[in-house]
């Protein structure tokens, strides 16, 4: 079948090329439509199989990351969007797109309960600048995030200034106990790790990304659609000298695992 993706595009947000190459590269048929669009024409969602938020910093952060973006989505499509999950659908949000989707409740969606109020955030980085490196991420084995499957350790890059994930400790006992915690910043070993620059916002429990209790809808900081070619992690040469240089970028195993699951179950 063909795979459809729905990139979101909007004011300030700027990796739809990547993420578009991602999906595409990976198997999909993607298109890149602006919100405003799409607000004009709700029902265009239901011809794709996967929907992205993008990072960037959409509508300047201006009231916080996503805020903005948050409530004109939420208050615009909302219906939409949660028959799009209904009918199993997947939807990804990277960076300010993870901030929108906590923002508009789609994140963490306890007990299934999307469009509620913000249950968990992120925060300004601890080291109170923004962070442009690489990292590490231990993936959960038990998280049922379908974006994560057979991904053991992988390491992305990340950019931002508010990207420490926080929330009260009954909110964040339920996302252990229910396994929503997808990635953790880890050590090089693959150790999670609340030591900088290994954890290099200060997330609680290590925390980079998470998932619904149906693993279809996910959120993560670090940008897994720039690091498409093996040529654009920093180490490149040392690998490529070593023999152990990537055929592609490792950021590509969770596009293909998105794709994937839609041509297996839909």
Request: hydrophobic content about 35%.
């Amino acid at each position: 079948m063909e795979v459809k993706s729905l990139i979101i595009t909007g004011y300030g947000l700027n990796c739809e090329t990547e993420t578009k190459a991602a999906f595409d590269y990976c198997g999909a048929t993607s298109d890149l439509i602006h919100l405003n669009d799409i607000l004009k024409e709700k029902n265009i969602l239901n011809s794709y199989h996967i929907l992205s938020f993008i990072g960037g910093f959409s509508f300047g952060d201006h009231l916080g990351g996503g805020t903005v973006f948050a409530n004109k989505v939420k208050y615009g499509l909302k219906e939409q969007i949660t028959e799009f999950i209904k009918s199993g659908k997947l939807i990804i949000g990277i960076c300010n797109g993870f901030q929108t989707l906590i923002r508009m409740g789609l994140l963490p969606g306890l007990k299934e309960n999307y469009f509620t109020s913000q249950k968990v955030a992120l925060d300004w980085n601890d080291s109170g600048v923004f962070r442009d490196s690489w990292v590490t991420l231990k993936t959960n084995p038990e998280s049922p995030c379908v974006f994560i499957k057979d991904i053991n350790k992988i390491e992305l890059p990340i950019r931002h200034g508010e990207g420490k994930f926080v929330a009260e400790k009954d909110i964040l006992d339920e996302l252990e106990s229910e396994n929503l915690v997808a990635f953790r910043y880890a050590d090089k070993n693959g150790r999670p790790t609340s030591q900088f620059p290994y954890n290099p916002n200060g997330s609680l429990n290590n925390i980079a990304g998470i998932c619904d209790p149906t693993g279809r809808i996910f959120g993560l900081m670090p940008h897994p659609e720039a690091y498409l070619s093996p040529y654009n992690h920093p180490n490149w040469r040392t690998a490529k000298e070593s023999g152990t240089l990537r055929c592609e970028g490792a950021g590509t195993l969770i596009f293909r695992n998105a794709v994937e699951y839609i041509k297996e179950k839909l």
